[in-house]
């Protein structure tokens, strides 16, 4: 059974500071990974994506990705209220399978 | 917006009732996807459609049955559902190259939130 697994918080951060989101997958032969974020009562939205091992950053997102361990994470910098949200790791596994596994989410709490 | 429109946005329905649920995708996508998502609980996934035919069924009980006439349209067929299935019900589409890139992003349509008594 192919596994991605993320703590389910909720992960609290001061209005301005860095979240750190993690998420581990069980497949090491997995290509791509994608960030969302679902509001509450909302569709997931597209963060963003990577598949190349290192970081890559877009605005105040940053998706670090680190095969070896199987660990991929999300930092978001000076965040907002406007932040908080349930983020969703999903990866692609290697199998030939089209869809993608989801994690059960990290709800994040910006505190004013 | 992200070209995936879902209808109804909420459903009621009772143990005996017939409904189904709409997906239509306005991205040029060949695939299309149905979730579920219940509360505390990862998203679920249920069919996936390629080029029209059904490539993954993921144990789902046959009250769920799926029907996708062309690459652009996608429902979900309900009839005698139990409490149990009330969660909300997504629908996405991507772009399936066939290999692992980033095209094949998935996108969501905002989902049809159905309660069943």
């Known amino acids: 059974q192919k596994e991605v697994e993320q703590n389910s918080g909720p992960l609290s951060v001061p209005e301005g500071a860095i979240a750190s989101l993690n998420c581990t997958y069980s497949?090491?032969?997995?290509?791509?990974f994608f960030w969302y974020r679902q509001y509450s009562g909302k569709s997931p939205e597209l963060i963003m994506f990577i598949y190349s091992n290192g970081d890559k950053e877009d605005g105040r997102f940053t998706a670090q990705l680190n095969k070896a361990s199987q660990y991929v994470s999300l930092l978001i910098r000076d965040s907002q209220p406007s932040d908080s949200a349930t983020y969703l790791c999903a990866v692609k596994f290697d199998t030939g399978r089209r869809a993608l596994t989801f994690g059960s989410g990290t709800r994040l709490q910006v505190q004013p | 917006e992200t070209g995936v429109t879902q209808t109804p946005r909420h459903l009621v329905m009772g143990m005996t009732n017939k409904k189904s649920l709409k997906c239509e995708q306005h991205?040029?996508?060949?695939?299309m996807y149905w979730y579920k998502q219940s509360a505390k609980k990862p998203l679920e996934l249920m069919f996936v459609y390629n080029f029209k035919e059904q490539t993954e069924n993921n144990s789902v009980p046959s009250r769920f049955s799926p029907e996708c006439p062309n690459s652009s349209h996608l429902f979900l067929h309900l009839h005698t559902l139990q409490p149990e299935d009330s969660a909300l019900y997504l629908c996405a589409s991507s772009q399936d190259s066939g290999r692992q890139f980033p095209q094949e992003t998935q996108y969501f349509g905002p989902g049809t939130r159905l309660l069943v008594l």
């Open positions: 991205l040029g996508h060949n695939a």
């Open positions: 497949d090491r032969g997995s290509q791509s």
